[in-house]
Nanobody, 115 residues
Framework: QVQLVESGGGLIQPGGSLRLSCAAS????????MNWYRQAPGKQRELVAA???????NYANSVKGRFTISRDNAKNTVNLQMNSLNPEDTAVYYC?????????WGQGTQVTVSS
């Protein structure tokens, strides 16, 4: 079965950095577009960063210049490097794999930015 397992979340002070990772299994990882979403309390889930199968990237305006998405097809992982974190980045971050009408979600990892 398909599994997406996120790791790397935690509590971080404003201005700090975190690196999230998502390990995928059960899919042909290299052909999937991989995405990071987040959902803050009381808010809708939003797309944060996306990377296509050929490595093209896209970011939400709120994280451009601070977050970097990357993928390692040899290890079936997608990463999200998050720098200059601020309290508005506090959310549960979800990994998503998408291929046409098929999409899968991880269980999420909590990121809390607070002093």
């Amino acid at each position: 079965q398909v599994q997406l397992v996120e790791s790397g979340g935690g509590l971080i002070q404003p201005g700090g950095s975190l690196r999230l990772s998502c390990a995928a299994s059960g899919i042909t990882f290299s052909i999937y577009a991989m995405n990071w979403y987040r959902q803050a309390p009381g808010k809708q889930r939003e797309l944060v960063a996306a990377i296509t199968s050929d490595g093209s990237t896209n970011y939400a305006n709120s994280v451009k210049g601070r977050f970097t998405i990357s993928r390692d097809n040899a290890k079936n992982t997608v990463n999200l490097q998050m720098n200059s974190l601020n309290p508005e980045d506090t959310a549960v971050y979800y990994c998503n794999a998408r291929l046409g009408p098929s999409f899968y979600w991880g269980q999420g990892t909590q990121v809390t930015v607070s002093s």
